[in-house]
């Protein structure tokens, strides 16, 4: 008997879903192309190889709450990005018959899996620590990035989700939830309580703008002294200041690495006029995201994680709450 997706390891999981995009392939005529696993994490990606010699990027989207208005918005601003500016963007590419996607029947899922197909991008990850030099590039990509979502919109049919709630587009888990003790539920949902007030502000007093909402270092690539953006997966619509608080949290305690993003951004685009609480609170608000999403992940290594991750987390965030300062290094508080 198959056993259920959730009860598999990471690597059957990986192959299953493999099989899958090769059944996707032929609808951008690549039936004879190979595929590379990438990354097996929220979605799944794979390196397509065509015997040609051209390389694409395929994504099997797994997660049920993106729909298909999101996607298809996704992929028209990277088309957009792509048309009309200077950034190096992953393009997305039409099948034969001119989706942006295809759409695969996965018994795993119970439903079909949209799987869309990007050009390649050379070059390596910046990782976890980029140099300052590199992060000043990425707060000016960012600034790029927000010059064209001030006047881009999206096509009929497309709209991206609106982010004004601290867990984006997600059902609040942090009150109740088996992997949350007591103690975690308790200091959560008082976190989420205060970073949404503060958010609140910051939504209130600045425009509403398409925002990447995921830019980290693992989600941008430098190659010949260029820098690419990808993943735009979690794209959707919020102010400004969001977008800099999410990539603050992955340099939090790096004093150094966080002025040269703001800086980079500064010489493009005005740096968003919010107060330190209200930024505090966005750079909060990503750690109670990234929890509330981690408890109810499918994937087999991310749920190995959840333990570990959740006591660190509500270490940050009992700090945050008693300083007003959120910080990565707290005692105990290390991944």
Do not use: C
């Not at 500016?85 to 996965?106: C, F, I, M, N």
């Not at 989700?161 to 949350?180: E, Q």
């Not at 970073?195 to 398409?210: G, H, R, S």
């Not at 953006?229 to 990539?247: M, R, S, T």
């Amino acid at each position: 008997m198959r056993k259920p997706f959730t009860e598999v390891t990471a690597r059957t999981q990986a192959n299953r879903l493999r099989a899958l995009a090769a059944r996707a392939l032929p609808a951008w005529g690549l039936a004879d192309a190979s595929l590379r696993l990438l990354n097996h994490g929220y979605n799944t990606t794979f390196r397509v190889e065509v015997p040609d010699g051209r390389r694409f990027a395929l994504r099997v989207n797994v997660i049920p709450t993106k729909t298909e208005a999101h996607l298809l918005a996704e992929v028209a601003w990277l088309a957009a990005l792509s048309a009309e500016t200077d950034l190096t963007v992953p393009t997305p590419q039409r099948t034969r018959d001119g989706e942006w996607a295809a759409r695969v029947p996965s018994p795993d899922h119970g439903r079909d899996l949209p799987v869309v197909l990007f050009s390649w991008l050379d070059g390596r990850n910046l990782g976890a620590k980029p140099s300052i030099r590199r992060l000043h590039t990425v707060g000016r990509a960012m600034a790029r990035l927000h010059e064209h979502a001030a006047t881009w919109r999206p096509p009929a049919g497309a709209e991206l989700p609106l982010f004004d709630d601290v867990l984006t587009d997600l059902p609040n888990r942090l009150g109740g939830h088996p992997a949350l003790d007591a103690e975690a539920s308790a200091v959560l949902t008082a976190a989420y309580a205060r970073a949404q007030e503060l958010q609140d502000q910051a939504f209130a007093a600045d425009e509403i703008i398409p925002l990447h909402a995921d830019l980290h270092g693992g989600n941008l690539k430098w190659h010949r002294g260029r820098l690419s953006v990808f993943d735009f997966d979690d794209a959707g619509l919020g102010v400004p200041a969001l977008d800099l608080a999410i990539a603050v949290y992955y340099l939090r305690d790096d004093a150094a690495a966080e002025d040269a993003l703001k800086a980079g951004y500064a010489g493009v685009r005005p740096l968003p006029r919010v107060s330190p609480d209200v930024f505090e609170g966005m750079v909060a608000g990503r750690n109670l995201l990234l929890v509330d999403d981690l408890i109810e992940q499918p994937n087999a290594e991310l749920r190995a994680m959840i333990p570990a991750y959740v006591a660190n987390s509500v270490r940050r965030l009992r700090g945050w709450l008693e300083t007003g300062r959120y910080r990565r290094d707290v005692p105990g508080g290390r991944d």
